[in-house]
Protein backbone atom coordinates (compact mmCIF):
# COMPACT_ATOMS: atom_id res chain seq x y z
CA UNK A 1 0.00 0.00 0.00
CA UNK A 2 2.71 2.30 1.19
CA UNK A 3 4.68 1.67 -2.72
CA UNK A 4 1.52 2.57 -4.30
CA UNK A 5 1.06 5.23 -2.87
CA UNK A 6 4.59 6.69 -2.93
CA UNK A 7 4.40 5.91 -6.68
CA UNK A 8 1.32 8.34 -6.68
CA UNK A 9 2.74 11.24 -4.49
CA UNK A 10 5.63 11.54 -6.89
CA UNK A 11 3.72 11.19 -9.95
CA UNK A 12 1.87 13.55 -8.93
CA UNK A 13 4.68 16.08 -7.46
CA UNK A 14 6.36 15.50 -10.86
CA UNK A 15 3.38 16.76 -13.00
CA UNK A 16 3.35 19.83 -10.53
CA UNK A 17 6.67 20.82 -10.38
CA UNK A 18 7.05 21.07 -14.01
CA UNK A 19 8.74 19.23 -17.06
CA UNK A 20 12.56 19.41 -16.28
CA UNK A 21 14.16 16.79 -17.93
CA UNK A 22 16.88 15.23 -16.10
CA UNK A 23 20.06 16.51 -18.11
CA UNK A 24 18.66 20.50 -17.53
CA UNK A 25 18.33 19.74 -14.08
CA UNK A 26 20.43 22.59 -11.90
CA UNK A 27 22.24 21.34 -9.03
CA UNK A 28 19.47 22.16 -6.31
CA UNK A 29 17.01 20.38 -8.21
CA UNK A 30 19.46 17.73 -8.22
CA UNK A 31 19.52 17.67 -4.77
CA UNK A 32 15.67 17.94 -4.48
CA UNK A 33 14.94 14.99 -6.38
CA UNK A 34 17.55 13.03 -4.44
CA UNK A 35 15.50 13.99 -1.16
CA UNK A 36 12.64 13.31 -2.44
CA UNK A 37 13.51 9.59 -3.38
CA UNK A 38 14.95 9.25 -0.12
CA UNK A 39 11.85 10.57 1.85
CA UNK A 40 10.00 7.88 -0.39
CA UNK A 41 12.66 4.81 -0.17
CA UNK A 42 13.18 5.28 3.57
CA UNK A 43 9.59 5.22 4.07
CA UNK A 44 8.86 2.43 2.35
CA UNK A 45 11.32 0.04 4.10
CA UNK A 46 10.40 1.52 7.76
CA UNK A 47 7.78 -0.65 9.22
CA UNK A 48 6.62 2.53 11.82
CA UNK A 49 6.50 4.65 8.97
CA UNK A 50 2.83 5.12 7.74
CA UNK A 51 1.03 6.98 4.73
CA UNK A 52 0.77 9.85 6.67
CA UNK A 53 4.39 10.80 7.78
CA UNK A 54 5.28 9.98 3.72
CA UNK A 55 2.41 12.42 2.91
CA UNK A 56 3.48 14.58 5.15
CA UNK A 57 7.20 14.46 4.75
CA UNK A 58 6.83 14.48 0.75
CA UNK A 59 4.34 17.33 0.29
CA UNK A 60 5.56 19.79 2.88
CA UNK A 61 9.43 19.31 0.81
CA UNK A 62 7.09 19.69 -2.71
CA UNK A 63 5.43 22.33 -1.25
CA UNK A 64 8.95 23.64 -0.19
CA UNK A 65 10.24 23.27 -4.11
CA UNK A 66 6.97 25.06 -5.31
CA UNK A 67 7.53 27.92 -3.56
CA UNK A 68 10.92 28.04 -4.76
CA UNK A 69 9.68 28.14 -8.26
CA UNK A 70 7.04 30.76 -7.24
CA UNK A 71 9.33 32.92 -6.03
CA UNK A 72 11.82 32.94 -9.05
CA UNK A 73 9.11 33.31 -11.40
CA UNK A 74 7.33 36.22 -9.71
CA UNK A 75 10.44 37.85 -8.01
CA UNK A 76 12.90 38.00 -10.92
CA UNK A 77 16.14 39.66 -8.65
CA UNK A 78 16.27 36.26 -6.66
CA UNK A 79 16.79 33.91 -10.03
CA UNK A 80 20.34 34.54 -9.81
CA UNK A 81 20.68 33.21 -5.88
CA UNK A 82 18.46 30.44 -6.35
CA UNK A 83 19.02 28.68 -9.83
CA UNK A 84 22.52 30.63 -10.22
CA UNK A 85 23.83 32.22 -13.45
CA UNK A 86 25.78 31.53 -16.23
CA UNK A 87 29.74 32.01 -16.16
CA UNK A 88 31.94 32.92 -19.28
CA UNK A 89 34.75 30.62 -18.82
CA UNK A 90 36.21 31.54 -21.94
CA UNK A 91 36.01 34.96 -24.06
CA UNK A 92 37.66 36.21 -26.97
CA UNK A 93 39.40 32.96 -27.08
CA UNK A 94 40.98 33.59 -23.19
CA UNK A 95 40.72 31.12 -20.26
CA UNK A 96 39.19 33.27 -17.68
CA UNK A 97 40.90 31.68 -14.02
CA UNK A 98 38.88 33.99 -11.77
CA UNK A 99 35.67 32.75 -13.43
CA UNK A 100 36.75 28.95 -13.48
CA UNK A 101 38.23 29.49 -9.71
CA UNK A 102 35.41 30.73 -8.64
CA UNK A 103 33.28 28.26 -10.43
CA UNK A 104 35.59 25.47 -8.76
CA UNK A 105 36.07 24.30 -12.57
CA UNK A 106 39.89 23.21 -13.42
CA UNK A 107 41.21 22.94 -16.82
CA UNK A 108 40.89 19.20 -16.95
CA UNK A 109 37.31 19.30 -16.20
CA UNK A 110 36.69 22.38 -19.00
CA UNK A 111 38.12 20.12 -21.32
CA UNK A 112 36.54 17.77 -20.89
CA UNK A 113 33.39 19.24 -21.17
CA UNK A 114 34.41 21.10 -24.51
CA UNK A 115 35.38 17.69 -25.90
CA UNK A 116 31.77 16.63 -25.34
CA UNK A 117 31.23 19.36 -27.96
CA UNK A 118 33.08 17.72 -29.94
CA UNK A 119 36.12 20.62 -29.51
CA UNK A 120 39.47 19.05 -28.38
CA UNK A 121 41.27 22.47 -27.97
CA UNK A 122 40.76 25.60 -26.60
CA UNK A 123 42.57 27.19 -29.81
CA UNK A 124 39.50 26.49 -31.43
CA UNK A 125 36.83 28.30 -28.92
CA UNK A 126 36.40 32.18 -29.02
CA UNK A 127 33.37 32.28 -26.28
CA UNK A 128 32.29 29.40 -24.04
CA UNK A 129 29.86 29.87 -21.38
CA UNK A 130 29.49 27.12 -18.37
CA UNK A 131 25.99 27.31 -17.84
CA UNK A 132 23.30 26.60 -14.26
CA UNK A 133 23.16 22.81 -15.30
CA UNK A 134 27.22 22.50 -15.58
CA UNK A 135 27.19 22.01 -19.38
CA UNK A 136 29.56 24.44 -21.26
CA UNK A 137 27.70 26.37 -25.02
CA UNK A 138 30.04 26.91 -27.34
CA UNK A 139 30.81 29.38 -30.06
CA UNK A 140 33.94 28.28 -31.95
CA UNK A 141 36.23 31.03 -34.07
CA UNK A 142 35.03 30.90 -37.77
CA UNK A 143 37.25 29.09 -38.88
CA UNK A 144 36.34 26.27 -37.31
CA UNK A 145 32.46 26.80 -37.46
CA UNK A 146 30.74 23.95 -40.03
CA UNK A 147 31.94 24.57 -43.33
CA UNK A 148 34.99 25.40 -42.29
CA UNK A 149 35.97 28.81 -43.53
CA UNK A 150 39.58 27.47 -44.30
CA UNK A 151 38.58 24.61 -46.50
CA UNK A 152 37.20 27.17 -48.14
CA UNK A 153 39.56 29.49 -48.27
CA UNK A 154 37.82 32.62 -46.86
CA UNK A 155 39.47 35.26 -44.50
CA UNK A 156 38.29 34.57 -41.38
CA UNK A 157 35.50 37.06 -39.53
CA UNK A 158 35.22 38.61 -36.26
CA UNK A 159 33.03 36.45 -34.14
CA UNK A 160 29.94 38.60 -32.91
CA UNK A 161 28.80 37.32 -29.08
CA UNK A 162 24.57 38.31 -29.21
CA UNK A 163 24.20 40.03 -25.93
CA UNK A 164 20.81 39.80 -23.89
CA UNK A 165 19.72 43.00 -23.37
CA UNK A 166 16.50 42.28 -22.05
CA UNK A 167 15.12 39.49 -20.23
CA UNK A 168 11.07 39.46 -19.33
CA UNK A 169 10.83 43.04 -19.20
CA UNK A 170 13.90 43.82 -17.29
CA UNK A 171 17.52 45.62 -18.76
CA UNK A 172 20.00 43.78 -18.09
CA UNK A 173 22.85 46.59 -16.77
CA UNK A 174 25.93 44.80 -17.14
CA UNK A 175 25.20 43.68 -20.31
CA UNK A 176 24.46 47.39 -21.67
CA UNK A 177 27.64 48.75 -20.39
CA UNK A 178 29.55 45.85 -21.82
CA UNK A 179 28.57 46.96 -24.98
CA UNK A 180 29.33 50.34 -23.83
CA UNK A 181 25.68 51.71 -24.56
CA UNK A 182 23.27 53.00 -21.85
CA UNK A 183 20.01 53.58 -21.30
CA UNK A 184 18.95 56.37 -23.64
CA UNK A 185 20.52 54.73 -26.84
CA UNK A 186 18.22 51.53 -25.68
CA UNK A 187 15.29 53.76 -25.17
CA UNK A 188 16.13 54.99 -29.15
CA UNK A 189 16.19 51.54 -30.42
CA UNK A 190 13.27 50.51 -29.03
CA UNK A 191 11.82 54.21 -30.42
CA UNK A 192 12.53 52.99 -33.61
CA UNK A 193 10.26 49.68 -33.87
CA UNK A 194 7.65 51.59 -32.06
CA UNK A 195 8.07 50.31 -28.68
CA UNK A 196 6.78 52.34 -26.16
CA UNK A 197 8.31 50.73 -22.52
CA UNK A 198 10.83 47.73 -22.26
CA UNK A 199 8.78 46.55 -19.74
CA UNK A 200 6.54 44.79 -22.79
CA UNK A 201 9.95 42.81 -24.17
CA UNK A 202 9.66 39.48 -23.15
CA UNK A 203 13.63 39.10 -24.88
CA UNK A 204 16.00 41.27 -26.56
CA UNK A 205 19.32 40.64 -28.44
CA UNK A 206 21.80 42.80 -29.22
CA UNK A 207 24.04 41.68 -32.32
CA UNK A 208 26.75 44.28 -33.58
CA UNK A 209 25.95 45.58 -36.92
CA UNK A 210 22.28 44.31 -36.66
CA UNK A 211 19.08 45.76 -35.70
CA UNK A 212 18.31 45.01 -32.29
CA UNK A 213 15.83 41.19 -32.04
CA UNK A 214 12.66 41.98 -29.88
CA UNK A 215 10.22 39.51 -28.99
CA UNK A 216 6.96 41.17 -27.44
CA UNK A 217 5.64 39.44 -24.11
Known amino acids: METIFGF ?3 FVLTKLLGKTQIRQLTAFDFISALILGELVGNALYDDEVGIRYIAFA ?6 LLYLTEWV ?3 FKGTRALLEGRPSMVIS ?3 LQREVMAKNKIDINELLHLLRMKDVFSVQEVDYAILETDGTVSVLKKTYFQSPNRLD ?3 TPEQVILPITLINDG ?3 EDNLSEIEHDRKWL ?3 LK ?3 IKSHQDIFYAEYKKGETLYIQMM
Do not use: C, R
Not at 58 to 63: A, I, K, Q
Open 72 to 74: TQK
Open 152 to 154: LNL
Open 170 to 172: EII
Open 58 to 63: VFLWGG
Open 187 to 189: EEQ
Open 192 to 194: MQN
Open 92 to 94: KGK
Open 8 to 10: FVL
